[in-house]
């Protein structure tokens, strides 16, 4: 091949990768709803170091271990979805508040717990259906104020894609009566719509139902078997994650995909 036309296959295929790369993007802006910011409000638990913020109604546990550390966020029970929402990704920004950081400075945060209703007051029930809140981690609300005493801020907010390092991540939960897996680090939508599980010794397909949060139920067939698993996520998207458990597992062990979304 001469230099002119290794010189045009390359533009093709930067083009071709070019092109790809903005159909994700779109794909992405359609189904998360493009820049449509929506408006909220926002406070803070816990403390600087986040110990309040580790477990939550999304199953997750040693959030630092787990890769989130402390970009988290617990949604209001509308937001929340009844766990469906757990580990999409939101960006916020400041709005309208006199505490707002000079700038507008947004953070990205992933949800990882619920902010419960609350009906026993009567007024300032800010995670009570049908209110868009966000109770961020404490370092979260310090990025978007000049002063956390002011507690509550109205805030804008949208979806956003999770950046996730590593590959999608798998931890073994339950007994020997009861198998379940807990899916965690997803990186694009975020949130799991769907998962299967296939037997390295039966090799068929079986769909998982969610027990709540992301831990999914499996079956005790599971038990012995290397196991791969196929996920879903709410942006429509799917991979199939092949090997990532190996016979000898144990309840407890956590273990790592090669790929991610």
């Not at 402390?70 to 766990?83: H, I, M, N, R």
């Not at 027990?211 to 012995?224: P, V, Y």
Request: charged fraction near 15%; charge should be negative; proline fraction near 4%.
């Amino acid at each position: 091949m001469d230099t002119m036309s290794a010189s045009w296959s390359r533009a093709a295929a930067a083009t071709v990768n070019s092109a790809a790369l903005l159909l994700l993007l779109l794909h992405w802006s359609a189904a998360a709803g493009g820049d449509d910011w929506n408006d909220a409000h926002a406070t803070f638990y816990g403390d600087e170091t986040g110990a309040e913020t580790m477990q939550g109604a999304c199953g997750y546990g040693d959030l630092f271990q787990q890769g989130y550390g402390l970009e988290t966020t617990a949604l209001s029970v509308a937001l929340f979805d009844e766990g469906w929402s757990c580990g999409g990704c939101y960006e916020l920004r400041c709005q309208g508040s006199a505490y707002c950081n000079p700038g507008g400075a947004a953070v990205t945060v992933t949800a990882t717990n619920l902010c419960p209703a609350n009906y026993s007051k009567p007024n300032e029930n800010w995670c009570n259906p049908p209110l868009q809140h966000f109770d961020l981690s404490k370092p979260m609300f310090l990025r978007l104020v000049t002063d956390f005493r002011v507690g509550i801020i109205p805030v804008s907010y949208r979806r956003v894609p999770c950046a996730k390092l590593g590959g999608v991540r798998f931890e073994m939960k339950g007994h020997r009566w009861w198998v379940a897996v807990l899916v965690f680090n997803v990186a694009g939508a975020g949130q799991v719509k769907a998962m299967a599980v296939k037997g390295s010794q039966d090799g068929q397909w079986l769909d998982m139902t969610r027990n709540w949060g992301q831990i999914w139920n499996a079956d005790t067939r599971c038990i012995g078997q290397g196991l791969s698993f196929r996920v879903f996520t709410g942006d429509g998207r799917a991979v199939v994650l092949d090997d990532v458990v190996p016979p000898t597992w144990a309840f407890g062990q956590s273990f790592e995909a090669a790929g991610q979304f």
